[in-house]
């Protein structure tokens, strides 16, 4: 899909989408209740309904009623053997990986081509520790074996989806277990996050000193009713045009919320009133937003950029590439990016999606103050698909064609 985005003032109300990554926590946690819960406040991007369809596929069974899900859980230690289809989800993917290894069965995970190019490394080298299958053919990964109880030590520096995926699966085991993870800890925010909604459903675990995790055995998920909260990351791309202009109001958001993204209202300001350096590896989400006010505003240094490699496209790279097009220079290093102070203008030519639902959001922000076209705007339904029409409730003119 194309769209155009015509110079409009954005204006109005709106209330914050739900938070995609709780949602996929509160989801997977129903799932391993026995019991039914519910869950409110459910939005049908295509990364939840990824989760959704893994959970039916490990014998869970649910019923979607508006935003609320109603789930009836199961003990993965009973699954069936069964294909799992993640889409191009990589929290559904990692996140599932351990619930999978709790039956001994045979489970076979599908994905994207990005998606599975993605690193899986900290499974790997657990499950070859563990003698359990993990082959992944860039395909699909197969796994047969039961997780063990113990110690786990874990890098910092790569996803916290690792992290996340053995929490949900460890507190089922019989024994304790514990997870170091060796400094820098990166993306820290989202295991407080995991750990928030294990305890709604019952599940404790608790950081025993400042970089290892203690996971007591023998627990059981309670089904519960919930509901997920606003979602800092998507909210920051309509905060975004308060700083060009707009007059946004954004309803929904928890102010006692553990998302990292939240601090995006920091760092809009620095990037408002000068060129500062900001560190986002607690925040990487936000680095397409950030790139783009940047390059409407004064320009920035971004450190902790590294993993914005591994994300649905090289989002670096990929901003940079679209940022040229309004006349601002980037330049892209291993873990750092620096966006250019320019004379910013509208875009040369029509802007490019790859694929990747922030680099779109993040573009059409821009967009609002120049008008333009962006191609491959469909990735927005990855995590919103109702995006466009929230900005013309917003007063922002948006025309949809099909991509010729």
Same mark, same amino acid.
């Given at each position: 899909?194309?769209?155009?985005?015509? *110079?409009?003032?954005?204006? %109005?109300?709106?209330?914050?989408?739900?938070?995609?990554?709780?949602?996929?926590?509160?989801?997977?946690?129903?799932?391993? !209740?026995?019991?039914?819960?519910?869950?409110? %406040?459910?939005?049908?991007?295509?990364?939840?309904? !990824?989760?959704?369809?893994?959970? @039916?596929?490990? #014998?869970? @069974?649910?019923?979607?009623?508006?935003?609320?899900?109603?789930?009836?859980?199961?003990?993965?230690? @009973? =699954? *069936?053997?069964?294909?799992?289809?993640?889409?191009?989800? +990589?929290?559904?993917?990692?996140?599932?990986?351990?619930?999978?290894?709790?039956?001994?069965?045979?489970?076979?995970?599908?994905?994207?081509?990005?998606? &599975?190019?993605?690193?899986? =490394?900290?499974?790997?080298?657990?499950?070859?520790?563990?003698?359990?299958?993990?082959?992944?053919? +860039?395909?699909?990964?197969?796994?047969?074996?039961?997780?063990?109880?113990?110690?786990?030590?874990?890098?910092?520096?790569?996803?916290?989806?690792?992290?996340?995926?053995?929490?949900?699966?460890?507190?089922?085991?019989?024994?304790?277990?514990?997870?170091?993870?060796?400094? /820098?800890?990166?993306?820290?925010?989202?295991?407080?996050?995991?750990?928030?909604?294990?305890?709604?459903?019952?599940?404790?675990?608790?950081?025993?000193?400042?970089?290892?995790?203690?996971?007591?055995?023998?627990?059981?998920?309670?089904?519960? $009713?919930?509901?997920? $909260?606003?979602?800092?990351?998507?909210?920051?791309?309509?905060?975004?045009?308060?700083?060009?202009? #707009?007059?946004?109001?954004?309803?929904?958001? =928890?102010?006692?919320? &553990?998302?990292?993204?939240?601090?995006?209202?920091?760092?809009?300001?620095?990037?408002?009133?000068?060129?500062?350096?900001?560190?986002?590896?607690?925040?990487?989400?936000?680095?397409?937003?950030?790139?783009?006010?940047?390059?409407?505003?004064?320009?920035?240094?971004?450190?902790?950029?590294?993993?914005?490699?591994?994300?649905?496209?090289?989002? !670096?790279?990929?901003?940079?590439?679209?940022?040229?097009?309004?006349?601002?220079?980037?330049?892209?290093?291993?873990?750092?990016?620096?966006?250019?102070?320019?004379?910013?203008?509208?875009?040369?030519? /029509?802007?490019?999606?790859?694929?990747?639902?922030?680099?779109?959001?993040?573009?059409?922000?821009?967009?609002?103050?120049? %008008?333009?076209?962006?191609? +491959?705007?469909?990735?927005?339904?990855?995590?919103?698909?109702?995006?466009? $029409?929230?900005?013309?409730? &917003? #007063?922002?003119?948006?025309?949809?064609?099909?991509?010729?």
């Amino acid at each position: 899909m194309r769209v155009k985005i015509d *110079p409009s003032v954005p204006k %109005g109300t709106i209330t914050a989408p739900p938070s995609k990554s709780m949602a996929h926590r509160l989801l997977i946690c129903s799932g391993l !209740a026995s019991g039914t819960s519910v869950v409110h %406040g459910i939005a049908p991007s295509h990364d939840v309904l !990824a989760t959704l369809d893994c959970l @039916s596929s490990l #014998g869970a @069974s649910y019923i979607v009623d508006n935003d609320t899900v109603t789930i009836t859980g199961i003990n993965p230690a @009973s =699954s *069936p053997a069964a294909e799992l289809y993640c889409r191009e989800s +990589g929290s559904t993917l990692r996140f599932f990986v351990p619930v999978c290894l709790m039956s001994g069965n045979e489970y076979t995970l599908h994905g994207s081509d990005t998606l &599975l190019k993605r690193p899986m =490394s900290v499974y790997e080298d657990i499950c070859r520790e563990q003698d359990i299958m993990f082959q992944n053919d +860039g395909a699909s990964i197969r796994l047969a074996g039961c997780l063990k109880a113990g110690k786990y030590r874990v890098k910092g520096n790569i996803s916290s989806q690792f992290i996340s995926g053995l929490l949900f699966a460890l507190p089922l085991l019989e024994s304790d277990s514990t997870i170091t993870i060796a400094p /820098p800890i990166e993306s820290c925010s989202y295991i407080n996050l995991t750990i928030h909604a294990l305890s709604q459903f019952g599940v404790e675990v608790k950081w025993s000193d400042e970089r290892t995790l203690y996971i007591k055995g023998g627990q059981r998920y309670a089904p519960r $009713e919930v509901s997920v $909260e606003g979602d800092y990351s998507n909210a920051a791309f309509f905060a975004a045009m308060n700083f060009m202009g #707009g007059d946004v109001n954004i309803d929904g958001l =928890s102010e006692e919320s &553990l998302q990292g993204d939240r601090v995006y209202a920091r760092f809009f300001d620095m990037l408002s009133r000068g060129t500062p350096t900001v560190h986002i590896s607690d925040c990487p989400d936000l680095g397409p937003v950030l790139f783009a006010l940047s390059a409407c505003k004064n320009g920035g240094v971004f450190t902790g950029t590294a993993r914005l490699k591994i994300k649905e496209s090289d989002r !670096a790279a990929a901003m940079a590439q679209e940022l040229e097009k309004f006349g601002v220079s980037v330049r892209v290093d291993d873990d750092s990016v620096v966006v250019y102070p320019a004379d910013f203008h509208a875009p040369t030519e /029509p802007l490019l999606g790859h694929n990747d639902h922030r680099i779109v959001m993040a573009l059409s922000v821009m967009l609002t103050l120049t %008008g333009g076209e962006i191609c +491959g705007s469909e990735a927005v339904a990855k995590s919103m698909p109702d995006f466009f $029409e929230a900005l013309q409730s &917003l #007063g922002i003119k948006v025309t949809k064609y099909a991509d010729n």
